[in-house]
């Protein structure tokens, strides 16, 4: 049975974490005052070799979480691993997960004598074999490439003593799982194990079952409260305008500094690129056709500030953590609700604000409708934009009917409600800007301003 943590997220100090003084001096580098619910949550029983079940989306600094814990057991536990070794496995679904991982353990362990290897598909494996070929204490993984190398005898994992099965949900929907079982036979019963997933659908808690001893359960933020803190708007608007709202938008509120605007199609991110590019807005392009050194290249300058938009289908909507984006733009909707969820969740994050503005077309309704399902609420719109198209809006095969109660049963609405944009509608407030009403990319919760902080 999983036992539930009864730690309250009532914040206290790194020190009651019983972290090693070498870890601690990063924090204070970091400037990272006080630990995140997930850590504080997650920590004291990882540093006691418990197995975790984590609820909890990249965002809410849950690679600390479990990073901070393994250098420590690393660094307690020196062991030589011999050629081809692994100490630690951390699998991750995407390629930009897995370099990201690596960072933030190149960053968290460098006053440690860690030796690290990150290894994904899509390149050459040469030099990643080279990195495995004395052994490593951290290994950050995707899980075909991995099981390619373990194939080969490139690497051996009898050594593995903590696995990391990050963004589980998400491998699962790769269809990672019967990789996932093989990695884990090659691995001694005998490790610890940690399970993160942004959501806990029973696909996942059956698959924890398999992989988990006696975990500790951790949630916090369920993905309909993350969502909480960004603001979210949507504009219905014909399908051949978006590009020119695209462009309005971006081109004269300038508060629109860091940029994430999703697609549906590889074609689409290329044709939005370009035609910004064409406009003199600096933007990169990122999806699955283009190369990795490209998808890392882009994502460096858009990370830097080089370029102010970033445009991907949903390759990037899970897992990329990118400081400061102060909008997100679905300029299509997603078919698939958690996708919206995910990609939102680009913003707002590590105590910032944000704002998610969707472009809803006619064919899109039924996508929108789902999505505020899912998160519950339905989302702020204005009909008093130039580009809004009320008959896009109030066509009944939407049901978007104003006043309506199937979200809300009838209670009082919160923040980005029906209610206020009708007020809005009724000619209270003729402008709709998509800046928050606070400055963006303003720390909320005594927080620093980690903007820029991550180094590529
Ligand atoms: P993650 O969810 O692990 O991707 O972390 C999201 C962001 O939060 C990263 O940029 C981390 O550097 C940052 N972060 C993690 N833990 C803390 C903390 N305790 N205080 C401030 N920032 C943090």
Redesign the pocket.
């Known amino acids: 049975m999983l036992a539930n943590s009864s730690i309250q997220s009532v914040q206290t100090g790194f020190e009651t974490l019983n972290l090693i003084n070498p870890i601690r001096k990063v924090?204070r580098e970091?400037?990272?005052?006080?630990?995140?619910p997930i850590?504080e949550q997650a920590i004291p029983h990882l540093v006691k070799g418990r197995d975790l079940l984590g609820c909890a989306?990249?965002?809410?600094?849950?690679?600390?979480?479990f990073a901070l814990p393994i250098l420590q057991w690393l660094e307690q536990n020196q062991e030589v691993v011999g050629p081809k070794g692994v100490r630690s496995l951390i699998l991750a679904p995407t390629r930009e997960l897995a370099v990201?991982i690596g960072e933030?353990f190149r960053v968290y362990g460098r006053h440690l004598r860690i030796k690290q290897a990150v290894i994904y598909g899509g390149v050459r494996p040469a030099l990643q074999i080279r990195a495995l070929s004395r052994g490593v204490d951290v290994l950050v993984a995707t899980p075909g490439r991995l099981l390619d190398l373990l194939n080969q005898r490139q690497l051996r994992l009898d050594k593995v003593g903590v696995l990391v099965l990050d963004e589980a949900d998400r491998m699962l929907d790769m269809g990672f799982l019967p990789d996932i079982k093989k990695i884990c036979s090659a691995i001694p019963s005998s490790r610890q194990t940690m399970l993160f997933s942004a959501t806990l659908p029973s696909e996942i808690v059956k698959l924890s079952r398999n992989f988990l001893s006696d975990p500790v359960k951790v949630t916090v933020n369920p993905p309909s409260s993350t969502v909480d803190k960004i603001e979210q708007k949507v504009l219905f608007v014909d399908r051949e305008k978006k590009s020119d709202l695209l462009e309005s938008i971006l081109g004269e509120d300038q508060s629109l500094y860091r940029v994430l605007i999703f697609t549906r199609t590889k074609h689409g991110a290329d044709r939005v690129a370009k035609r910004l590019i064409k406009i003199k807005i600096s933007t990169e392009a990122i999806h699955g056709n283009k190369s990795q050194p490209a998808r890392l290249k882009a994502l460096d300058k858009f990370r830097s500030g080089r370029v102010r938009v970033l445009v991907a289908t949903d390759i990037a909507s899970r897992g990329l953590?990118v400081?400061g984006i102060t909008h997100v733009i679905n300029y299509d909707l997603p078919k698939e609700t958690e996708s919206y969820v995910h990609r939102i969740g680009r913003t707002a994050?590590?105590?910032m604000e944000g704002v998610a503005l969707s472009f809803c077309d006619e064919g899109e309704k039924t996508y929108l409708r789902r999505i505020e399902a899912e998160i519950g609420r339905p989302l702020d719109v204005d009909r008093e934009h130039p580009f809004h198209d009320e008959s896009i809006a109030s066509k009944k095969s939407g049901a978007r009917k104003p006043n309506s109660k199937s979200f809300s049963n009838g209670k009082s609405r919160g923040r980005g409600s029906r209610g206020r944009s009708a007020a809005r509608s009724e000619g209270q407030n003729k402008s709709f800007s998509f800046s928050r009403n606070r400055s963006p990319g303003k720390p909320v919760n005594g927080?620093?301003n980690?903007r820029n902080?991550?180094v590529s």
């Open positions: 924090l970091e400037k990272y005052a006080l630990p995140t850590q989306q990249t965002g809410t600094g849950k690679t600390a979480a990201q933030s953590d400081d994050r590590a105590g927080k620093k980690i902080k991550r």
